[in-house]
């Protein structure tokens, strides 16, 4: 790799770093430093001793009240991604893997390493993981807020039904169809009610998707949190 690009990938890992270090939310995973010396860069956040959303939910599955677990964690999940839109930041890389559990149960969100300031340029789009992906940005445009929201209608998806986005269709169909505004069909696990808000979430359209802020109170009527609650 040249000097240059070196240089780039320090720089951005610097920027990232002096991001992620000044957030502080209670669904937003904890930094505590980073080094970019070496091979490979890396981050020290807090522990996420339950692991990933996916990992926890198989946990509780089969268990009383297990349903009400997975919009519960979505409802956190969503609360952590309004606080990153109400100070411009676009996190890029939405997906299941990249909300982890903690020590206490809380879902957090985490991996900012393509996510960016709205206002920012020279940034890399999104994620590889075809399964996620989102439209507009197949296209080659700048991810957005509305991008976010996309790809959680995508976790939501993977966190009701245990199984990825477009199950096992392959990377270049699943983008085939994304491209032509297509979504996969209904699972029964859900409720026409909780499908109807994920379809809003995915529109192809980005100014057609609901904003994070209606995301989040329908997530909470689904999690049956009390309105006075707060978590």
């Known amino acids: 790799m040249s000097s240059s690009n070196n240089e780039k990938r320090r720089n951005l890992f610097l920027n990232e770093v002096a991001l992620w270090f000044g957030l502080n939310h ?8 980073g080094c ?18 996916i990992k926890y939910l198989e946990k509780l599955q089969g268990t009383t009240g297990s349903m009400g677990g997975v919009w519960l964690k979505l409802y956190e999940a969503s609360l952590g991604l309004e ?5 411009g930041i676009i996190h890029r890389d939405l997906k299941c893997d990249n909300i982890l559990v903690d020590t206490d149960g809380r879902a957090k969100l985490t991996d900012f390493g393509l996510g960016s300031f709205a206002s920012a ?33 995508m976790c939501i998806i993977q966190a009701v039904t245990g199984k990825r986005p477009w199950g096992n269709l392959d990377n270049m169909l699943v983008e ?16 026409n009610s909780e499908w109807e808000l994920v379809l809003s979430m995915c529109k192809l359209k980005p100014s057609e998707r609901l904003n994070i802020l209606v995301v989040v109170q329908r997530l909470k009527e ?6 006075a609650a707060s978590i």
Not at 26 to 33: A, C, E, I, R, T
Not at 83 to 87: G, I, M, Q, T, V
């Open 36 to 53: 970019h010396v070496g091979k490979k860069p890396f981050f020290v956040c807090e522990e996420a001793e339950n692991g990933s959303l």
């Open 222 to 227: 689904f999690a049956s949190v009390p309105e």
């Open 176 to 191: 085939r169809r994304v491209q032509n505004g297509e979504l996969p069909q209904k699972p029964p696990a859900f409720s």
């Open 121 to 153: 340029e020279d940034r890399g789009d999104v994620s590889d993981a075809a399964h996620w992906v989102v439209p507009e940005c197949l296209d080659g445009k700048q991810a957005t807020f509305a991008s976010d929201i996309f790809s959680f209608g």
């Open 26 to 33: 209670s669904y937003v995973m904890k930094l505590f430093g």
């Open 83 to 87: 606080y990153l839109h109400a100070r």
